[in-house]
C-alpha cells in the first residue's frame, strides 16, 4: 500500500502553492543571514538565486524586497539554463568573506528571520520564503535548498550547508548546494511531509 502510494504520488505533475514541486523559472536557491568570516556582517550577506529552466532569463529590473521594507532593482544580467547569480551586501572579496558576487544590493539586508521575496520586470511574484528559528539558519553557515524544484516556503526544502568556502563560512555561492538530493525516496518524503504540514 506505501509502495502504491509512493508510486502514485511521483507521477503527480507539478503544484504550486502547498505542493511539493516548484514550477518556479527563478528560485532562491541559498542564503547567508548571519556570515562570521566578513568584516561586518552586512558585508558578507548573500543570496543566491538559480534558474530552474532550460532557457536563458535576463534578470533585468527583476527585484528582491524582504519584509522589512528594503529591496534591490536586479541588473541586466543573462542567467544562463541551471545557472547561478550571486547578490552580496558587498563585492570584495576581502571583506565580504570570500564571495564572488555578480550584484551588490546595498541597503538591502538580510536578518536571522523575516522574508524575502523575488519579482520579475513586471513585478509578479516569483518566488518567496518567510523564515524563522525553525528554518535551519545559524551564524556563519548558509541556508540551502535541498532541491530548486522543491516547494520555497517549507523548512522541510532546506537544510544547512556542509562546506567551507572563502575565508571560513560555511556555503556554496555560485554552485551546486552541498545538500543537493534527487533520490526519488527524498523526493517522496519531503512531498509527503509538505502535504501534511
Known amino acids: 500500500m506505501t509502495l502504491a502510494f509512493l508510486i502514485l504520488i511521483s507521477q503527480l505533475p507539478n503544484v504550486t502553492e502547498g505542493g511539493i514541486l516548484s514550477v518556479e523559472d527563478v528560485v532562491i536557491n541559498e542564503f547567508m543571514a548571519q556570515p562570521r568570516s566578513s568584516v561586518t556582517e552586512a558585508d558578507g550577506e548573500w543570496i543566491e538565486l538559480y534558474n530552474n529552466t532550460d532557457e536563458w532569463v535576463n534578470l533585468a529590473d527583476w527585484m528582491l524586497s524582504n519584509s522589512y521594507g528594503e529591496s534591490v532593482v536586479l541588473s541586466t544580467y543573462l542567467l544562463p539554463p541551471e545557472g547561478y547569480f550571486v547578490i552580496c551586501g558587498c563585492s570584495d572579496q576581502t571583506q565580504n568573506g570570500g564571495v564572488v558576487t ?17 519579482y520579475n520586470s513586471s513585478r509578479s511574484i516569483v518566488d518567496c520564503i ?22 520555497s ?16 563560512d560555511m556555503g556554496t555561492p555560485g554552485s551546486q548546494n552541498s545538500v543537493y538530493q534527487n533520490s526519488f525516496a527524498q523526493n517522496s518524503w519531503a512531498f509527503i511531509k509538505a502535504f501534511v504540514q
Open 102 to 118: 555578480n550584484q551588490v544590493f546595498g541597503d538591502f539586508r538580510i536578518r536571522e528571520s523575516g522574508g524575502i521575496a523575488l
Open 130 to 151: 518567510e523564515y524563522d528559528g525553525g528554518w535551519p539558519v545559524m551564524p556563519g553557515v548558509s541556508c540551502e535548498r535541498i532541491n530548486p524544484g522543491w516547494v
Open 153 to 168: 516556503n517549507s523548512s522541510s526544502s532546506w537544510d544547512y550547508c556542509t562546506v567551507v568556502f572563502g575565508m571560513g
